[in-house]
């Protein structure tokens, strides 16, 4: 820890604001799960309250910022504390206050308008609120400043340093190898590109029951977590002793809730896996939004789209799902791993996945480096889908107008998702130098991999910026050729 006084005086005025942190997220994660419908505007105005005294709080460091930044010397720790509170400092110093109101009250109105623009499949109704969005996004990054792209400034917020060399570097490895063993996998047609599982629908008391029990193959601390249903999964870290988790049951398909699942317990592990001593401190959290996605795709598909972890699963699907008698452990395995090029983002296999991020990636930049315009957007979308995933949307619903993050400004977002798949292949490369992985999850040895990951990656929080935690662990930064390698592997040797 540190006993330098300014530090010190730091973490003692971060406090209130981790309390803040503390309270919006009950009240976002209580908003997705169980407020009454009628509460929306009172809930909207305390959220609003409370993000203002957040700013004003953390505006109030900026003296003691200052004087830390100016002390050499500084052990790991502190550095991360004087990192982690510079960033939120500087956004409050150099965005001014009413460019963030509206922000804000932008992104409130075009989500609700979004939500309509989406059902009835009408980009005409949403393009002059994205219009506004991107121009005001476009003013956020001129505040903030940044070298190369304007569109830097953007990923930075969600991923500290990541500017469009890192991605276009990640991008242009990805893309040629992922169609290359995508044209293989289908070719060969070892992996199936429709399944009956599919079609079947189960009951939801039986799936809940199936989901308790991933929980304890995974060995979630019961204490410590919850498990709730919403419309989206997420996870919200509350503290590091009270981390919770949501998922949805749609009637059909069981791989939808099982994966998320497994998905959002990956995030939460993280959050649960921070070292202790860092409670209430700016480091607390996770490292970065690719870290963080990193570890709920590495459990996801790495883990759990497994043989072995397959094998775990299914005495536990046989006894709670009646129609699981008609299929062998095999055909499940090949229903969990179905590739096939298709539309929606969030239903994607683990290879086509990385080409819809590609399109969003593309299509952000041009819009933030003003070289299109939005209205020019559904069709460059539909000709980027048939280029690099190979389908072509058939509504603007299934099309451009089908992810939530536009509406809600977080535009420099969706390369963070690549980047997870990236990183979780690091880990994957990184994690069996030191064990058998194959032989640990035979053995239903999860604990083991838990304490790696704690160890190398989760007890940090986020002492280190994204870059510094991969240099440490890995050596390298965003790799993708050992998701490449594992890709391979998997799919066609
Ligand atoms: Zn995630």
Known sequence: M???????EIVESYKPIW???HAASIFGWDLETYMPHEAAKSRGFAQAQIALMRQQRVLSLA?????????GNLNDYE???VRTVSRELNYF????????????????????????ARRKSNFSLFQPYLEKIIELKKKEADKLGFEGHRYNALLDIFEEDLTTIDVDRVFSSLVPNLKRILERILSSGSFPRNHKLEEIGYEEEAMKHVNQEILKILAMPDKRFRMDVSTHPFTSGLSLDDVRITTRYEGKSFRETIYSVIHECGHA???????HAYEYTPVAGGASLGIHESQSRFWENFIGRSREFTKLLYPVLRKNLPFISQF???EVYKYFNLVRPSLIRVAADEITYNFHIVVRYEVEKKLIGG?????EIPSIWDDMMEEYVGVRPKSLSEGVLQDVHWSGGMIGYFPTYSLGNVIAGMVNNRIQQDMDLHDVLERGDVGQIKTWLREHIHKWGSTYSPKELQQKIFGEVYNPDHLVKYLEEKYIV
């Not at 110093?93 to 609700?112: C, D, F, G, M």
């Not at 070289?371 to 209205?375: D, G, L, Q, R």
């Open 371 to 375: 070289e299109t315009a939005v209205s």
């Open 93 to 116: 110093i150099k965005v001014p206050p009413n460019l963030i109101e509206e922000l804000q009250r932008t992104e409130t109105e075009a989500t609700v308008v979004w939500r309509e």
């Open 79 to 81: 550095n991360g504390i």
């Open 2 to 8: 540190s006993n330098i006084p300014v530090i010190q």
């Open 328 to 330: 062998g452990e095999e």
């Open 63 to 71: 003296e003691s910022i200052s004087k830390a930044k100016k002390l």
């Open 269 to 275: 592990l993280y959050e649960l896996q921070v070292e």
């Open 19 to 21: 309390a803040l942190n």
